[in-house]
């Protein structure tokens, strides 16, 4: 055991020490607290209560517990405290405030799922080998250190969508309209996928199952999960459909439920899934493509009400073309239902549904603009121009989201090599746009914006370089935004994931953790603060809300965490 050099009491300078040996719980007779007479301590809180959502590695927690001296001490003081079940790391940070002693313990690592209990022994001492104590001598500190799920009977929301795709629905937009309490929150469950440098799909969720695709390297699978305990309900390795594992490229798109079924796309191919045994249900539905990596897989299949909106090349020969021409079109199991003429093949990742119609924002050379579509009949309604010129297409931020009042918002990049541009601003710069059938461009805003907008019933939330921002639908203004915390000297936008919105609560992913924004207050009204937790979110009907991601920028080791929050 290790002791602390003397100092004068007048100092109070005492610091703490755990050590292995000696000690523990309930000798003395002595409870939580002080002792009736001496020189005892009084700490507060009376009982140490730590509360772990998660354990593993990265999940020690730092708590901070105070204690005075109750009685005068006439000399010298040695401080020794013990902890015999070796619930907290060996050393204790202390700060002392004339009587007044503030210290800092830290959980260790890899504590088991339960509570650990037991009693912190300090000890006021008037030698170095604490053989001579000062009168109430020691003092315990009770501890309760609980490491444990909850997992309540799953119920859903009345009239709320499940999260059946990427960005919860086909307008791609995370709007889930619910008011939420953060003192109800509490962990579920966590998952691991096995393999690492797999390219792992994001979530959906349909039928109390949680859907996720691994393209792994080492055996391509689709995985569902249990939504009410984090078991694998099933897993299927697509044997026999001709399907492989690529180390390059996702060969399978993240997965889309609708009305008990999981679609997803290959290659060159649609399928269908049941939902309950992962049992692939019908012969698979080419996309027209080359079976090469023409099309990468980076998003979700477009799907409504067992229709499928893909784009297609007018002709495999076209594909050798720097800006190849491509059709959308509207098939469903039974057969192509409509095509559009042309539309850039830049367009490829930029399809979202609205309740009145299909959106998409299309790239060009020299100009962008966005097309209207008639979901019925594929006719073109209505096509407003843009003028972002971008000589680099992937950084449109991912196309259009549809609000609930059919506005359609899009953030895009001027990225002019270097040039500014006419109207003065500068030859970098996002700009967020609010579209509208039948009226046009309703406004537009340049700032530092990243990823895409979440749009809510008054406003629409975007991500700028250090803050979230809150702007009007009518006109774009910034009505209020929340510095987000910085960590490891980062520069830009530290939020890796999507805005997550309900009724009262924006959430977000930085690179140190999940945050909840109060959108009353615009203060933080909830926080996971773990660098591990980072990744991409998702709020089920059932009132779970998950972070998906590895949170390790070294490694591709999927890790699903669920939340209560209902």
Same mark, same amino acid.
């Given at each position: 055991m290790r002791a602390l050099a003397a100092v004068r009491i007048s100092l109070l300078a005492m610091a703490f020490t755990l050590t292995a040996c000696g000690g523990g719980g309930g000798s003395n007779g002595a409870s939580g607290g002080a002792t009736s007479n001496g020189n005892a301590l009084i700490f507060s809180p009376p009982t140490l209560d730590v509360d772990i959502p998660f354990a593993g590695p990265e999940n020690s927690?730092?708590?901070?517990?105070?204690?005075?001296?109750?009685?005068?001490?006439?000399?010298?003081?040695?401080?020794?405290?013990?902890e015999p079940t070796g619930t907290f790391k060996p050393n204790i940070s202390? =700060?002392?405030?004339? &009587?007044?002693?503030?210290?800092?313990?830290?959980?260790?690592?890899? !504590? +088991?799922?339960?509570?650990?209990?037991?009693?912190i022994k300090v000890q006021l001492?008037?030698?170095?080998?604490?053989?001579?104590?000062? +009168?109430?001598?020691?003092?315990?500190?009770?501890?309760?250190?609980?490491?444990?799920?909850?997992?309540?009977?799953?119920?859903?929301?009345?009239?709320?969508?499940?999260?059946?795709?990427? &960005?919860?629905?086909?307008?791609?937009?995370?709007?889930?309209?619910?008011?939420?309490? +953060?003192? *109800?929150?509490? +962990?579920?469950?966590?998952?691991r996928g096995q393999d690492t440098f797999a390219h792992w799909s994001r979530i959906a969720i349909g039928g109390d199952k949680v859907i996720i695709t691994d393209n792994s390297m080492y055996g391509l699978s689709q995985i569902a999960l249990n939504e009410g305990d984090g078991q694998q309900a099933w897993k299927n390795p697509f044997t026999g459909v001709g399907l492989s594992a690529s180390n390059v490229l996702p060969e399978v798109s993240s997965p889309t439920i609708e009305s008990g079924n999981i679609y997803f796309k290959g290659l060159s191919s649609y399928w269908q899934q049941d939902s309950t045994t992962g049992i692939i249900k019908n012969t698979p539905l080419s996309s027209a493509w080359s079976g090469t990596a023409t099309e990468p897989i980076y998003?979700?299949?477009?799907?409504?009400?067992?229709?499928?909106?893909?784009?297609?090349?007018?002709?495999?020969?076209?594909?050798? *073309?720097?800006?190849?021409?491509?059709?959308?079109?509207?098939? $469903?199991?039974?057969?192509?239902?409509? =095509?559009?003429?042309?539309?850039?093949?830049?367009?490829?990742?930029?399809?979202?549904?609205?309740?009145?119609?299909?959106?998409?924002?299309?790239?060009?050379?020299?100009?962008?603009?966005?097309?209207?579509?008639d979901k019925a009949s594929g006719t073109i309604r209505q096509t407003i121009g843009d003028n972002v010129i971008n000589t680099n297409p992937s950084v449109i931020y991912g196309g259009a989201v549809v609000g609930p009042d059919e506005g359609v918002y899009?953030?895009?990049?001027?990225? =002019?090599?270097?040039?500014?541009?006419?109207?003065?601003?500068?030859?970098?710069?996002?700009?967020?746009d609010r579209f509208e059938e039948g009226k046009g461009k309703i406004?537009?805003?340049?700032?530092?914006?990243?990823?895409?907008?979440?749009?809510?019933?008054?406003?629409?939330?975007?991500?700028?370089?250090?803050?979230?921002?809150?702007?009007?639908?009518?006109?774009?203004?910034?009505?209020?935004?929340?510095?987000?915390?910085?960590?490891?000297?980062?520069?830009?936008?530290?939020?890796?994931s999507d805005i997550l919105v309900t009724?009262? !609560?924006?959430?977000?992913? /930085? =690179?140190?953790?999940?945050?909840?924004?109060?959108?009353?207050?615009? *203060?933080?009204?909830?926080?996971?603060?773990?660098?591990? $937790? /980072?990744?991409?979110?998702?709020?089920?009907?059932?009132?779970?809300?998950?972070?998906?991601g590895s949170g390790d920028p070294n490694y591709r080791t999927a890790r699903i965490r669920a939340f209560n929050v209902k």
């Open positions: 927690k730092e708590v901070t517990v105070s204690a005075t001296a109750s009685g005068a001490i006439d000399g010298d003081v040695y401080v020794k405290v013990t202390v =700060r002392v405030n004339n &009587r007044n002693i503030t210290a800092t313990l830290v959980t260790i690592a890899n !504590l +088991p799922t339960g509570t650990r209990s037991g009693k001492c008037r030698d170095y080998d604490c053989k001579n104590e000062y +009168p109430g001598s020691p003092s315990y500190l009770p501890f309760n250190v609980s490491s444990a799920w909850r997992q309540p009977q799953l119920s859903s929301w009345a009239g709320v969508a499940d999260w059946g795709t990427e &960005r919860y629905n086909q307008a791609r937009n995370p709007f889930v309209p619910v008011t939420l309490d +953060p003192q *109800q929150f509490s +962990p579920r469950w966590e998952w998003e979700t299949l477009n799907v409504e009400k067992g229709v499928f909106y893909d784009f297609a090349p007018i002709s495999q020969s076209v594909l050798t *073309q720097p800006d190849y021409p491509v059709t959308l079109r509207a098939r $469903a199991v039974s057969g192509e239902l409509w =095509r559009t003429s042309w539309i850039s093949a830049a367009a490829k990742r930029h399809i979202v549904i609205g309740n009145k119609g299909i959106y998409i924002y299309s790239w060009y050379v020299d100009h962008t603009d966005l097309r209207i579509i899009v953030v895009s990049n001027y990225n =002019r090599g270097g040039v500014s541009g006419s109207d003065g601003t500068p030859p970098n710069i996002a700009r967020l406004w537009s805003v340049n700032g530092t914006f990243c990823g895409k907008p979440t749009v809510s019933d008054d406003h629409v939330y975007i991500l700028a370089s250090d803050r979230l921002e809150a702007r009007r639908l009518n006109d774009g203004g910034l009505d209020w935004s929340w510095p987000f915390p910085k960590v490891y000297n980062e520069v830009g936008c530290p939020a890796p009724r009262n !609560l924006a959430f977000l992913n /930085t =690179r140190d953790g999940i945050y909840a924004v109060d959108l009353t207050t615009h *203060q933080k009204a909830w926080a996971f603060v773990n660098p591990m $937790a /980072t990744g991409d979110l998702a709020l089920s009907a059932n009132g779970v809300l998950y972070s998906v």
